[in-house]
């Protein structure tokens, strides 16, 4: 079935950016919503952003909201995460999540996860 991987992680200054993609194999998850969230080190993971099937409606966490832009190219199977003024409490773990199942945006409902990709902001 269809498998989620993420990239593009990696090490970078406060104030910088980066861009994580997610790419479907296997199938695609076309008219589905998708999302990131992020876990650090012992703590629950949080919720970052999600996408609508159609990528017509986009939803943000508030501690990212006017820095991180999710978006999602349905053709090409792929799902982005373009994250700005980047901040060292932006560390953790990146995940591209999908739901296929009926009901809301939580984690319960979201059935499909990437591996996924670390991000580190230093100052």
């Known amino acids: 079935q269809v498998q989620l991987v993420e990239s593009g992680g990696g090490l970078v200054q406060a104030g910088g950016s980066l861009r994580l993609s997610c790419a479907a194999s296997g199938g695609t998850f076309s008219g589905y919503p998708m999302g990131w969230f992020r876990q650090v080190f012992g703590e629950e993971r949080e919720f970052v952003a999600l996408i609508s099937g159609s990528g017509d409606f986009t939803s943000y966490g508030d501690s990212v909201k006017d820095r991180f832009t999710i978006s999602r190219d349905n053709a090409k199977n792929e799902l982005y995460l373009e994250m700005n003024s980047l901040k060292p409490e932006d560390t953790a773990v990146y995940y591209c999540?999908?739901?296929?199942?009926?009901?809301?945006?939580?984690?319960?409902?979201?059935?499909?996860w990437g591996q996924g990709t670390q991000v580190i902001v230093s100052s």
């Open positions: 999540v999908a739901k296929t199942r009926a009901g809301g945006f939580v984690l319960r409902n979201i059935d499909h």
